[in-house]
């Protein structure tokens, strides 16, 4: 019913931008970016709402990375990259109501993108 298909990983120098894109089939709720790592199995990045533009970030890439949704894809873009950020990056969308406070928690979404890699070199 939903279907997500990441692009745009790849490998960048610290300080360095890229941008990541998530082709989204299918009506959705909400949308978000997850990354591995920190010794937790998801980290949320960014989350959007489909209906309004309200974002909510981690605190570890707030400032640096934006979330969008437009064009039925959720792109995040990334600058002042660093090390820290290397991480398989994970799309993920829910056809049912999110609150804000979970925006970022992974039981919130039943359906996830297959991941890209993101590589930042020291």
């Known amino acids: 019913q939903v279907e997500l298909v990441e692009s745009g990983g790849g490998t960048v120098q610290d300080g360095g931008s890229l941008t990541l894109s998530c082709e989204v089939s299918?009506?959705?709720?909400?949308l978000a970016w997850f990354r591995r790592g920190q010794g937790e199995e998801r980290e949320g990045v960014a989350a959007?709402?489909?209906?309004?533009?309200i974002t909510y970030y981690g605190d570890s890439v707030k400032g640096r990375f934006t979330i969008s949704y437009g064009g039925n894809a959720v792109n995040l873009e990334m600058h002042m990259l660093k090390p820290e950020d290397t991480s398989v990056y994970t799309c993920?969308?829910?056809?049912?109501?999110?609150?804000?406070?979970?925006?970022?928690?992974?039981?919130?979404?039943?359906?996830w993108g297959r991941g890209t890699v993101v590589s930042v070199s020291s």
């Open positions: 993920a969308a829910s056809r049912s109501m999110v609150m804000a406070n979970d925006m970022l928690s992974p039981g919130s979404y039943a359906f």
């Open positions: 959007v709402y489909t209906e309004g533009p």
């Open positions: 299918g009506y959705t709720y909400a």
